[in-house]
T-cell receptor
Framework: EPEVTQTPSHQVTQMGQEVILRCVPI?????FYWYRQILGQKVEFLVS????????KSEIFDDQFSVERPDGSNFTLKIRSTKLEDSAMYFC???????????????FGPGTRLLVL | DAKTTQPTSMDCAEGRAANLPCNHS???????VYWYRQIHSQGPQYIIH???NNETNEMASLIITEDRKSSTLILPHATLRDTAVYYC????????????FGTGTRLTIIP
């Protein structure tokens, strides 16, 4: 069964450093998402991306964050200058075309645990 | 904010059916009901979704009331591996709308 994969599984970084989190979505999916979950809190939406453009972003997704699809298979989330409060699990998700056939179901990766020291 | 309400926690004996309720009284006609679960800190796992008819797949069954204001997720024969937080989420049929997660129901399967 196709699945979403993420690398790295864990990342430890110093405050102020840049990090890039990578995601390989399911191969025929065209809609991509990033979510995060701070320890003990809810899963929060960050950004959605389609056709090389951001579709929607939350207030969390400020100028320190960016997303990119550098090639036909990867989807990345970059945090330019990490802060302590960026420590969280980051999940990417992908979906097919939304519609009555249920193609818009989002499938999640296993996550990247980011720890900012 | 999440448009659904769920009990905070539930217990179920291993081997029994686990019935998880969800209220979504403000659901509109162009919104699905989705169910996901999260085991420990793993990525949310898709379980099932429905519009107005009852649905069944290899993981679970989804019963949606006729007025669509509530639904029940049924795990027919719960195992210890079904211990997780279960999320009921309402989402538009069309468009790539985000998923809005609430606090979900923490289901504990008791041996």
């Amino acid at each position: 069964e196709p699945e979403v994969t993420q690398t790295p599984s864990h990342q430890v970084t110093q405050m102020g450093q840049e990090v890039i989190l990578r995601c390989v979505p399911i191969s025929n999916h065209l809609y991509f998402y990033w979510y995060r979950q701070i320890l003990g809190q809810k899963v929060e939406f960050l950004v959605s991306f389609y056709n090389n453009e951001i579709s929607e972003k939350s207030e969390i997704f400020d100028d320190q964050f960016s997303v990119e699809r550098p090639d036909g298979s990867n989807f990345t989330l970059k945090i330019r200058s990490t802060k302590l409060e960026d420590s969280a699990m980051y999940f990417c998700a992908s979906s097919g075309r939304p519609g009555l056939a249920g193609g818009g179901t989002q499938y999640f990766g296993p996550g990247t645990r980011l720890l900012v020291l | 904010d999440a448009k659904t309400t769920q009990p905070t926690s539930m217990d179920c004996a291993e081997g029994r059916a686990a019935n998880l309720p969800c209220n979504h009284s403000t659901i509109s006609g162009n919104e699905y009901v989705y169910w996901y679960r999260q085991i420990h800190s793993q990525g949310p796992q898709y379980i099932i979704h429905g519009l107005k008819n009852n649905e069944t797949n290899e993981m679970a069954s989804l019963i949606i009331t006729e007025d669509r204001k509530s639904s029940t997720l049924i795990l027919p024969h719960a195992t210890l591996r079904d211990t997780a937080v279960y999320y009921c989420i309402v989402r538009l049929i069309f468009g790539n709308e985000k998923l809005t997660f609430g606090t979900g129901t923490r289901l504990t399967i008791i041996p």
